[in-house]
Nanobody, 121 residues
Framework: QVQLVESGGGAVQAGGSLRLSCAAS????????MGWYRQAPEKQRELVAT???????AYADSVKGRFTISRDNPKNTVYLQMNSLKPEDTAVYYC???????????????WGQGTQVTVSS
């Protein structure tokens, strides 16, 4: 069993900032990648940013220079600092992990329930 608890969503005016957090818990042996996806109404879910256990972060072109992803490995927590928010950033944001369970060598993908971010103009 794996749990992802997301927090930090809300409503903000354009140009404002929000910080999302996601804490993972459960029978986790290793978390390889943590990240955030988002889905706007009537659009497909898209990758926002990812961060591996070690290595280079990756961002969608639309958020580069405005969003920063980070993680706290001992706490199994990933953060997304979102600055200079735009109305087009409005979406449900989903936390994502790629992990290996305890007593396993298989990698799994898992998404959280999502947190709403609304940016008004």
């Amino acid at each position: 069993q794996v749990q992802l608890v997301e927090s930090g969503g809300g409503a903000v005016q354009a140009g404002g900032s929000l910080r999302l957090s996601c804490a993972a818990s459960g029978r986790l042996s290793r978390i390889n990648v943590m990240g955030w996806y988002r889905q706007a109404p009537e659009k497909q879910r898209e990758l926002v940013a990812t961060i591996p256990s070690s290595g280079t972060t990756a961002y969608a072109d639309s958020v580069k220079g405005r969003f920063t992803i980070s993680r706290d490995n001992p706490k199994n927590t990933v953060y997304l600092q979102m600055n200079s928010l735009k109305p087009e950033d409005t979406a449900v944001y989903y936390c994502y992990i790629n992990y290996i369970p305890v007593r396993s060598t298989t990698r799994y993908d898992y998404w959280g329930q999502g947190t709403q971010v609304t940016v008004s103009s």
